[in-house]
């Protein structure tokens, strides 16, 4: 039976409380989490965006602050700290008992600790914040898994008691229809490859509500001779590489198919500013 999609962006958007994107790296999930966020934010809606790697070292010094949304940067570490404390309530204790360089090491290094503690961190704010839109940037493809895996298959370990029920939120949060995961790739074979295979995966873990399939960078739509007769060298070379990439893009649409997710085309943009490149963008899924 053929899901109904909404079938505007931004609408599908604000009707959500949480939304993930993730996908390959360097695809543009940092990118598509900020504009979204920016072109929800512009109808109003008060956005956060949660990120642990965003942008990684270029983020700081472009002034993302300047776009108008909330941006929290989590660490596991000091999310491990909140829950805590929130569990002790005393500091003192805290630090006698935690604050201790061998279970930092513990808490990055344990397998699933730190990507629980940041969903608890998640179900945190989406618990206390019940009309906000919180974007959550994920890390790439293989730790967005283990992200989504963690708490999933903690709550299924431990069948009743304390760790049962707190991670039962956060698996209701994950797979709430309020919440929408969408996938980011760009238009090449491989990028969808793994946008699919995670999405098989993810598929076997728990009934996600599937939102969009990015194609980041697309070809933009350049107004181009439709024959190389007559024109320079250059502008030859020019028209083949671009008939080329046409041609891989043409096979990456039928191959993006295969995700059963409506797409959305992002042109590839001109790159003056990464602050530019979103509002721009956000312009774009404003009006897809
Ligand atoms: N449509 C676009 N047009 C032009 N540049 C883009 C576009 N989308 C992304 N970029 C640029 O490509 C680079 C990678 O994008 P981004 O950081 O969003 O990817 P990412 O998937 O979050 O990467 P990572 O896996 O490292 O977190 C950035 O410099 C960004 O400005
Ligand atoms: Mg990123």
């Known amino acids: 039976v053929a899901k109904a999609y909404p079938k505007v962006y931004l609408e599908d958007c604000l009707s959500r409380r949480l939304i993930f994107f993730t996908g390959k790296g ?9 504009s979204t966020a920016v072109a929800a934010a512009r109808s109003g809606r008060h956005v956060r965006v949660i990120t642990w790697n965003p942008f990684d070292t270029v983020a700081k010094p472009l002034r993302l602050e300047s776009l108008g949304v909330e941006w929290l940067q989590l660490d596991p570490l000091s999310c491990f700290k909140e829950y805590v404390l929130l569990k002790v309530k005393f500091e003192r204790v805290y630090n006698m ?6 279970l930092h090491a513990f808490i990055r290094a344990a ?10 961190k998640i179900w945190n704010l989406y618990d206390n914040h019940p009309s906000d839109l919180l974007i959550v940037d994920l890390p790439s493809s293989g730790h967005a898994l283990s992200f989504f ?3 999933i298959g903690v709550h299924k370990m431990f069948r009743v008691g304390f760790v049962h029920e707190e991670t039962r939120n956060i698996c209701e949060m994950f797979l709430s229809p309020e ?12 990028p969808i490859v793994e946008a699919h295979e995670l999405k098989k995966k993810l598929s076997t873990i728990g009934e996600f509500s599937w939102g969009y399939l990015h194609l980041n960078q697309c070809l933009p739509d350049l107004p181009l001779p439709s024959s190389s007769t007559g024109v320079s060298e250059e502008v030859a070379q020019v028209l083949s590489r671009h008939e080329k990439r046409q041609a891989i893009e043409r096979d990456a649409f039928e191959e993006a198919k295969s995700l059963e997710l409506p ?11 990464l602050v530019a490149t979103i509002h721009e963008m956000a312009d774009i899924l404003g009006k897809a």
Do not use: N, Y
């Open 26 to 34: 360097g695809v543009g999930k940092s990118s598509l989490a900020f």
């Open 97 to 102: 008992v935690f604050d201790h360089p061998v």
């Open 111 to 120: 397998p699933g600790l730190s990507e629980s503690v940041l969903a608890g």
């Open 149 to 151: 895996q963690s708490p």
């Open 179 to 190: 919440t929408r995961l969408d996938l980011v790739a760009l238009p090449e074979e491989m």
């Open 263 to 273: 797409s959305l085309k992002i042109p590839k943009l001109p790159t003056e500013s």
